[in-house]
Structure formats: structure tokens, C-alpha cells
T-cell receptor, first 107, second 116 residues
Framework: AQRVTQPEKLLSVFKGAPVELKCNYS??????LFWYVQYSRQRLQLLLR??SRESIKGFTADLNKGETSFHLKKPFAQEEDSAMYYC?????????FGKGTRLHILP | EPEVTQTPSHQVTQMGQEVILRCVPI?????FYWYRQILGQKVEFLVS????????KSEIFDDQFSVERPDGSNFTLKIRSTKLEDSAMYFC??????????????FGQGTRLTVV
């Protein structure tokens, strides 16, 4: 079964420290993976997609097929990064979300 | 910037009552979705809709649920006889095409449904 696992419900990181939000997936086939973010009182929005290999707001995520992971990383956390982060996987005509990790940046 | 809008933002209804959640997708989008998020749990897929019919639905989307695109702009989710466990945040989303690797899903702000 296709599944996305985010093991951490909450991650607290000091401003300026590196951030890593973990995501593991199970999928038979070539996965298409995304990170979505939800800032306080705002809607879910796409942060980045693995196929673009892009860096958005300093965040990057590398697909590791051997470890079936798609961890989200940023070298230096900023206060405005505090939000809910969802790892997601596309299957057919829908997106499957993980449970989400709340990132809390400490001053 | 165009966005998906949902109304109402909060709906309180009595158990057993019918409720209709409304969404206006982005105007040139072709695929529409409903997701829900029970408090403290993950965002779950309910249904996708394309070309005036359901293209995929989850196990959650049973006979109590229905979707409709009654005119060229609205996309509605109806729950016929609400149960306490239907209490959740319901998100509408739309995409210009199917959820391909380069396709971004645009989400509404959500409607919080509370069944009492």
C-alpha cells in the first residue's frame, strides 16, 4: 500500500540551526513526491516537488530511493519557517499526505 | 492571484442533518478535489472530479457523500446525514490538469464542520 510516514509530530529548532524534517514513503513504482506547507491561518500550499530539484525559501529535499526517503532540509532556520509541513506522494489521480510535522523555530 | 475559495469557513450542524460545503475552484482548472482533516490527524483524500464525474474516491466517501458541479463555477460536497465523526476540516483543491509531477494542487482555506 502507498503510504507516507512523517515520524515527528513536532520539531523545535533554534533560529540559525539546521532543519531536517523526515519523510519516508512506501510505493511500488517510481514515486512523485512533494512537500506542502501550511503557515498559521493560511492554506496548504506547495513548497517543492522532487522532480524539479529546486530550492524554495532555502529548503531542499532529495529523493533517496534506497532509503525510500524524501527528507526536507534547510541549513539555517528562520523564524518565518514556523509552520506545518506535509510530505506527500502522488498516486494516480490523488495526493496522499503524511500526518505532518509542526516546525517550531525558537528565537 | 487567483485562489480557491470555500464557504462557509465554519459550519455547525446537528447530527443527522444534511450539510453542503461550497467551493469555487480556480476558473481555468479542470480537476477538483475534496480532502478532509480530522483534528490531530492527517489530510485524507475523499474524492476527485473531472469532466463532470467522479474520477476517484476513497473508502471514506460512502453513500452519505456526494459531489456536484451545479454550474460553471461552484463545486459542492454534500453530506446527507451527518454523523459526529464527520466533524473535520474539509479542504477543496483544484488543478489545471491531473496531479502530474509538475502539477501543483491549489487548496482552499478549508471549512471547519462541527457536528453536534
Amino acid at each position: 500500500a502507498q503510504r507516507v510516514t512523517q515520524p515527528e509530530k513536532l520539531l523545535s529548532v533554534f533560529k540559525g540551526a539546521p532543519v531536517e524534517l523526515k519523510c519516508n514513503y512506501s510505493y511500488s513504482g517510481s514515486p512523485e513526491l512533494f512537500w506542502y506547507v501550511q503557515y498559521s491561518r493560511q492554506r496548504l500550499q506547495l513548497l517543492l516537488r522532487h522532480i524539479s530539484r529546486e530550492s524554495i525559501k532555502g529548503f531542499t529535499a532529495d529523493l533517496n530511493k534506497g532509503e525510500t526517503s524524501f527528507h526536507l532540509k534547510k541549513p539555517f532556520a528562520q523564524e518565518e519557517d514556523s509552520a506545518m509541513y506535509y510530505c506527500a506522494l502522488r498516486r494516480d489521480d490523488k495526493i496522499i499526505f503524511g500526518k505532518g510535522t509542526r516546525l517550531h523555530i525558537l528565537p | 492571484e487567483p485562489e480557491v475559495t470555500q464557504t462557509p469557513s465554519h459550519q455547525v450542524t446537528q447530527m443527522g442533518q444534511e450539510v453542503i460545503l461550497r467551493c469555487v475552484p480556480i476558473s481555468n482548472h479542470l480537476y477538483f478535489y475534496w480532502y478532509r482533516q480530522i483534528l490531530g490527524q492527517k489530510v485524507e483524500f475523499l474524492v476527485s472530479f473531472y469532466n463532470n464525474e467522479i474520477s476517484e474516491k476513497s473508502e471514506i466517501f460512502d453513500d452519505q457523500f456526494s459531489v456536484e458541479r451545479p454550474d460553471g463555477s461552484n463545486f459542492t460536497l454534500k453530506i446527507r446525514s451527518t454523523k459526529l465523526e464527520d466533524s473535520a476540516m474539509y479542504f477543496c483543491a483544484s488543478t489545471p490538469q491531473g496531479t502530474g509531477a509538475y502539477t501543483e494542487a491549489f487548496f482552499g482555506q478549508g471549512t471547519r464542520l462541527t457536528v453536534v
